[in-house]
Every structure is written in structure tokens, then in C-alpha cells.
């Protein structure tokens, strides 16, 4: 078990390596705080565009980009500004089977003068097991005022072929489809798979979700994030992106844990915490 620190010396970005138990691993930029490899049992689980932009230029393309206070787009960049800020490191350490390490965002003189001028403190906690990780965000508002915002974990996960992946949990909740804009659509599938351009926003969903491809399953669950979005641009949208490989889209899915239907409102002082936990299981048959 190890942690590395990579100082950008040759011009790259800071990042963090966490080593820990059977060949797991993460590594965790401080631009967004945006973890961009997970690794256990040696295997990579999650997707990062060969064409993401790693210079600090633009939001990273794949991984987990972290995105508050706004998801989509509206009044702030679209997924507002955490995904593009420079976090602070504050530690990594071993803990039991853990590998651990924490970052902090607070607010800047540009997130005050934007149209979400609040003070906040984000601590995000990002812990290793041999076959987990989780990611977890404390919010907490340090302003004077109440504030509202949504958020979400933009997971975007590596699978072998999309044509063969296969969404399980969702069955029985409403959907929003952010392409043909129907909304409270009800999910009728016990296997939700993807065959073309999918935005959905799923609420009313169980804790967990997993997704399976090959003999493998990657469960999903979610810690006070009310909704799930599942996406994939396909071919059409995914050539139109300029740091996404053409057919790329074959290679990945986004499930996406978040409060993003409705808003998270806290108090001055008030606190809540909200995270993943994606853990790694071998599917028999
Ligand atoms: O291109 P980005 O700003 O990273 O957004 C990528 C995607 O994020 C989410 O999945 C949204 O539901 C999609 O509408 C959006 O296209």
C-alpha cells in the first residue's frame, strides 16, 4: 500500500497515486479533484478518453469529473465550476484495508462574483479497498445565507462492449429523457441496455444499481444522491466532441449518481454528505 504525489515539474498536472490490496489502485488529479483511473485486480474500471485534455485546458474527459453547484447547463458554465478548479490536496493515508486521501474546495474571489456567489467548503474523500471505491463529498455552507445547488458524480465506467452491457436497479423508476424531452417516463426493463444517443435523468431509484458486462459487475450505490443519469453520446454526438475518440463511445457508459431533479438546500452552518460506492463483484454464469 503507497501513496505518490506527482508534482508537475515537466509542465503536467499534480495528481496523487493510491496503491493498495490485489493490484487495486486510483489516481486522483487536484484539477477537479477529478479521479481518472481505478484500478482492481489489476484491471482499469473506468473510462478516459484518449483525447481528454490533461493540461488543465478543459473539464477532463472521463474518470469522475466532480460537478456542482449546477448540472447541465444554465446560469454558471455548464456542470458549473468544481470540475475545472484546482483542488487542495490535504492527505492520504493508509486506514485498516483503506488507502485514503482528501481534498478540499472552497470558495474564490471568481466563484463570488459569479451567479452562484456563495461560501462553501467541499471535502471530498476518495478511499481504496481491494475491490471498492468510494468518493464522498461533505457540502457544507459557511455563508451567512441559505443556498441551493445541485450536484453529481459524473462516473463514466470502461466496459469491453457497450452492445453487450447490461444496466440492472432502474426497473420501476421515472425518467426524464433529455433527448426526445419526454419526462416521467417509467422504466419497465429489468435490463436497460444502450443502442443509440441515451440522456436519461432516473429518479425514484433504489440505492443500488450495477452494471454488468462479460462475467463482471460493477454495483453502484448511492450515499443522500437522489438521482442517476445514465448517458452515452453514441457515434454521431461523441464525433461532434473534440476531446472524445470517435469510437470511444463502444468502450464506456456514464452512470452518473447525483441530486440533480431537484435542488440540496443548506442552511448557514448546515452540512450533508454524499457519495458512491462502486464496488467490483465476479458475476457465476
Ligand atoms: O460534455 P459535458 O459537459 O462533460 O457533459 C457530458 C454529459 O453530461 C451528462 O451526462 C449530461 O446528462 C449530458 O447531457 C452531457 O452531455
Not at 436519461?200 to 462475467?215: A, Q
Request: hydrophobic share 35%.
Amino acid at each position: 500500500m503507497s501513496v505518490e504525489k506527482i508534482n508537475s515539474s515537466d509542465g503536467s498536472l499534480e495528481r496523487i497515486i493510491l496503491k493498495g490490496q490485489n493490484k487495486s489502485s486510483v489516481e486522483i488529479y487536484l484539477y477537479g479533484a477529478t479521479v481518472t483511473s481505478w484500478k482492481s485486480g489489476g484491471r482499469e474500471r473506468l473510462f478516459l478518453s484518449s483525447q481528454a485534455k490533461l493540461d488543465g485546458s478543459k473539464a477532463i474527459r472521463g474518470g469522475i469529473p466532480l460537478v456542482f453547484p449546477q448540472f447541465g447547463p444554465g446560469e454558471l458554465p455548464q456542470h458549473g465550476f468544481a470540475r475545472t478548479r484546482k483542488w487542495e490536496f490535504l492527505d492520504a493515508f493508509e486506514h485498516g484495508e483503506s488507502m485514503v486521501a482528501q481534498f478540499r474546495l472552497t470558495e474564490n474571489e471568481e466563484t463570488l462574483a459569479s451567479k452562484w456567489p456563495y461560501k462553501f467548503i467541499l471535502n471530498y474523500t476518495v478511499d481504496l479497498t481491494a475491490t471498492t471505491l468510494s468518493t464522498i463529498i461533505k457540502y457544507e455552507n459557511t455563508d451567512t445565507r441559505e443556498f441551493s445547488f445541485t450536484s453529481l458524480m459524473h462516473t463514466y465506467f470502461r466496459v469491453p462492449d457497450i452492445s453487450s452491457t447490461v444496466v440492472r436497479g432502474l426497473e420501476g423508476s421515472l425518467y426524464a429523457n433529455k433527448i426526445t424531452g419526454a419526462d416521467n417516463v417509467a422504466e419497465d426493463r429489468e435490463n436497460v441496455m444502450i443502442a443509440e444517443n441515451e440522456d436519461r435523468v432516473y429518479i425514484n431509484v433504489p440505492d443500488t444499481v450495477s452494471i454488468k458486462y462479460g462475467k463482471e459487475q460493477v454495483s453502484v450505490r448511492r450515499f443522500n444522491f437522489e438521482d442517476v443519469v445514465l448517458w452515452n453520446p453514441w457515434a454521431e454526438k461523441a464525433a461532434e466532441m473534440s476531446d472524445f475518440g470517435d469510437n470511444e463511445f463502444k468502450n464506456m457508459i456514464c452512470v452518473e449518481p447525483g441530486t440533480v431533479s431537484n435542488r440540496i438546500s443548506l442552511r448557514p452552518g448546515q452540512v450533508i454528505s454524499c457519495g458512491q460506492l462502486l464496488a467490483v463483484n465476479d458475476v457465476l454464469a
